[in-house]
């Protein structure tokens, strides 16, 4: 398995060990509501974050506490098998930038603090983009699979195009 396939599996790994938590907590979605309704992962968000999380997330908290678990759940499993793998690439991408940026986005700090920049959420959006920008990543995986029965799919499911079966 290539080392981009690994990188995919790990990344999958990770949302799965999030979404396992949060199934293992029976007050998840209580104790997310709760912690909503405390002011918790708004008010270091940027304004324009805020007005979403108080507007939208809030009033619907328990809602999306469910949705971020069976989100979590369904990242970590299609990049783990690499089924649809850019569309959880993508998917992970946009989950780990919500996370950051209820957390107060990425800041640059001053003096002696600590710079802010790589926060973990930051870097897993990082690494899903490199996940979706490559072949390599689906190595092994149930797209090259299915690529391989229907060659039309390959520049969607590889980013690659299909293999010939004629040699030059």
Do not use: C
């Not at 990770?14 to 708004?42: C, M």
């Not at 328990?62 to 970590?76: I, K, N, P, R, T």
């Amino acid at each position: 398995m290539s080392g981009m396939a690994w990188v995919r599996v790990l990344v999958g790994a990770i949302w799965l060990n999030g979404a396992v938590e949060k199934f293992l907590n029976p007050d998840f979605a209580r104790q997310f509501a709760a912690n909503l309704s405390a002011g918790g992962y708004i008010s270091q968000a940027p304004p324009w974050f805020q007005s979403f999380m108080q507007g939208t997330v809030v009033p619907n908290a328990e809602l999306f506490a469910q949705l971020q678990s069976f989100g979590e759940l369904a990242l970590g499993l299609a990049l783990i098998f690499g089924l649809l793998t850019n569309l959880a690439a993508m998917g992970s991408i946009l989950l780990s930038l919500t996370i950051l940026f209820s957390q107060g986005g990425v800041r640059l700090g001053t003096g002696l603090g600590s710079p802010e920049f790589l926060t973990v959420n930051f870097l897993i959006a990082l690494i899903s983009l490199v996940v979706l920008l490559s072949p390599a990543a689906k190595a092994l995986s149930l797209d090259a699979a299915l690529s391989r029965s229907r060659p039309r799919l390959s520049p969607i499911l590889l980013n690659r195009r299909a293999r010939s079966g004629r040699r030059a």
